[in-house]
């Protein structure tokens, strides 16, 4: 009767409530009614934990930390191997290397400043 609920005894979801519990109707096992509801207000008030402003500052900073990092492997390789940085003076991949990592840069201070305004508008 309960389509969402498991029995996680047999996987089956055939249920009849009974006393305040859901009978499995193929093995007979018993969950209380009220901790599917418990499970479920837990479920999402840990969902309202990371709220969005905070996600959007996260990935901001992981994709500003990978550009720089990728940017400066750019420089070092460069410096190493050739004698001096090459950026988009250099190879096709090294132009192609940059601008992704200057876009994630770029992206992920974008994505920073959102999640900022976002954090501080809310309160
Ligand atoms: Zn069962």
């Given at each position: 009767m309960k389509k969402?609920?498991?029995?996680p005894m047999c996987d089956s979801s055939d249920f009849k409530e009974?006393?305040?519990y859901y009978v499995c109707q193929i093995c007979g096992?018993?969950?209380?009614?009220?901790?599917?509801?418990?499970?479920?207000?837990?479920q999402s008030s840990e969902k309202q934990?990371?709220?969005?402003?905070?996600?959007?500052?996260?990935n901001g900073l992981i994709f500003l930390v990978l550009g720089i990092v990728l940017l400066?492997?750019?420089a070092i390789i460069g410096s190493a191997v050739y004698g001096r940085a090459y950026f988009?003076?250099?190879y096709f991949i090294t132009r192609v290397l940059t601008t992704v990592a200057i876009i994630w840069i770029v992206g992920g201070f974008i994505t920073i400043i959102v999640g900022l305004l976002m954090k501080f508008s809310q309160k």
């Open positions: 969402d609920l498991k029995c009974e006393n305040g096992n018993k969950i209380p009614v009220q901790s599917k509801a418990d499970k479920q207000s837990k934990k990371k709220p969005l402003p905070d996600r959007l500052i996260r400066l492997g750019i988009f003076d250099g």
